[in-house]
C-alpha cells in the first residue's frame, strides 16, 4: 500500500520527527492519544501499551494524523486510516525500538512495557500549507 500516499508525503514522513496522534474505538468510545512512530512502506510502526493497545486488540481499525508546524504555523499535514496488528515477536519489538525510540531521543531499551503494532496504511491525505 505504499502508494496510497504522495512521494513527498512519505519522505516527510520517514525523515520528520514529529508527534503522531492515533486514534482507536472500542466499544464506540474513540480515543486518541500521541504515539511515536516509524513509518517504511505504507507501514507505519508504534510501540504502545494500554488503552491503545487494548482497544487494538478490540478493534483493528484506526486512524493516524501527523502535522509538522513551526513557530505555531502548520507546515503540511499526513492523515491515513488501516488496520494495525499486534506483533508479539520479542525480536521485532527490539528492532522496532532500534528505530522508533532514539528517533525521539529515548534509549532502544526505554519502555519495555510497550508492544509492538503495525498499522497497514489504507488510504490517507497528504496536504502542504
Known amino acids: 500500500m505504499a502508494d496510497v500516499l504522495p512521494d513527498e508525503a512519505e519522505t516527510l514522513l520517514s525523515e520528520v520527527s514529529v508527534m503522531a496522534h492515533l ?39 484506526v486512524a493516524l494524523s501527523i502535522q509538522k508546524d513551526t513557530a505555531g504555523g502548520a507546515e503540511w499535514k499526513v492523515t491515513m486510516q488501516g488496520t494495525a496488528a499486534v506483533v508479539e515477536d520479542e525480536e521485532e519489538v527490539m528492532k522496532a525500538a532500534e528505530r522508533i525510540n532514539p528517533r525521539y531521543g529515548a534509549d532502544t531499551d ?5 508492544t509492538l503494532v503495525r498499522i497497514e496504511v489504507g488510504s490517507g491525505t497528504f496536504t502542504r500549507y
Open 23 to 61: 486514534a482507536t474505538c472500542s466499544d464506540d468510545r474513540p480515543h486518541v492519544a500521541p504515539v511515536w512512530y516509524h513509518y517504511e512502506d505504507g507501514i507505519v510502526s508504534i510501540l504502545t501499551s494500554g488503552r491503545k493497545l487494548a482497544n487494538i486488540r478490540k478493534n483493528p481499525r
Open 110 to 114: 526505554a519502555y519495555p512495557e510497550n
